[in-house]
């Protein structure tokens, strides 16, 4: 095995090792993930690994604040596309929950699922929801509407994770929860 010292930028080192959790548990599933097969995946000591993640839930506690902090940033990138209050932050929110780009959805499904048994993991996740909620609700919109958005895009992006049967009307739904949230905005902003 290859392995680098860590004389680099100890962030750079962490992203790295992030990188190569994300491709071995997308590639070979969460219950496969080990110290040892990042560590070579990311052509790195496992002692570099335990340097940054002391264990492998801590490591997949990492895996869930990127990919939730990556789902914030989809959130702001279409606030900033579609700004008008109120509901800007609600319309954005059911936007980003249904946006496919990014990591694959069993991986995400897969992290969720550990969250239960993990508690750092369902620390970040409560934490994450709590913001979410309270944003919904301070969006404008009446707080039950909003919530009521939030939750249907998260059964809407469950369903096509899991690839079970959405709506035959998908995109007549997806138009009703953005007028909904206070957004009359063409579908290519979905």
Not at 116 to 136: F, G, H, K, S, Y
Not at 141 to 158: N, T
Request: aromatic share 6%; net charge negative; hydrophobic share 40%.
């Amino acid at each position: 095995m290859v392995t680098h010292r860590l004389a680099r930028d100890p962030e750079k080192t962490r992203e790295m090792i992030l990188d190569a959790a994300e491709k071995v548990a997308e590639e070979k599933g969460l219950g496969t993930l080990t110290l040892d097969l990042v560590a070579q995946s990311a052509s790195i000591s496992k002692g570099g690994v335990l340097h940054h993640f002391p264990n492998k839930n801590a490591l997949i506690s990492g895996l869930m604040e990127r990919l939730t902090g990556r789902f914030q940033q989809k959130i702001e990138s279409f606030i900033q596309q579609d700004p008008t209050a109120p509901g800007a932050y609600t319309r954005a929110y059911l936007r980003a929950m249904l946006d496919n780009d990014g990591p694959s959805a069993d991986l995400i499904y897969a992290l969720l699922s550990e969250a239960r048994n993990i508690p750092e993991v369902m620390n970040l996740l409560r934490a994450d929801c709590i913001l979410w909620q309270r944003r919904t609700e301070e969006d404008g919109l009446d707080p039950a509407v909003a919530s009521a958005i939030r939750f249907a895009g998260e059964g809407m992006s469950a369903a096509m994770m899991f690839g079970l049967a959405g709506p035959s009307c998908h995109e007549d739904v997806i138009q009703f929860l953005l007028q909904l949230a206070g957004g009359n905005k063409p579908s290519n902003l979905v």
